[in-house]
Nanobody
Framework: QVQLVESGGGLVQAGGSLILSCAGS????????MGWFRQAPGKEREFVAA????????RYADSVKGRFTITRDNTKNTVYLQMNNLKPEDTAVYYC????????????????????WGQGTQVTVSS
């Protein structure tokens, strides 16, 4: 059974930083692109960042480009999201997800490209 477990969320002041982690099991995660999405209250889940299976290609939403960095450690089946200069509008539940097909070299920003999701971790940024 595939499982993704996010951690690292919390409450932070605007301008602060957080590192989210997503640990996977039940699949050879090193073969799959991984993504981070977020959902704020009353809004649809939106793309944040994604990384290819090798880690050689990354993709970011315009709203986080230059502030967030996605990385992965395939020896630990873990993907990370470093979030700097956080803003109140970054407040949301953050979800990690694993791509539905292996060996993707161009990570997708579409929810439909991901088949397993974590339970989410809350990030709250106060002004």
């Amino acid at each position: 059974q595939v499982q993704l477990v996010e951690s690292g969320g919390g409450l932070v002041q605007a301008g602060g930083s957080l590192i989210l982690s997503c640990a996977g099991s039940g699949r050879i995660f090193s073969r799959y692109a991984m993504g981070w999405f977020r959902q704020a209250p009353g809004k649809e889940r939106e793309f944040v960042a994604a990384i290819s299976w090798t880690g050689g290609s990354t993709r970011y939403a315009d709203s986080v480009k230059g502030r967030f960095t996605i990385t992965r450690d395939n020896t630990k089946n873990t993907v990370y999201l470093q979030m700097n200069n956080l803003k109140p509008e970054d407040t949301a539940v953050y979800y990690c997800a694993t791509a539905g097909s292996p060996f993707g070299t161009i990570p997708s920003n579409s929810r439909n490209a991901y088949d397993y999701w974590g339970q989410g971790t809350q990030v709250t940024v106060s002004s």
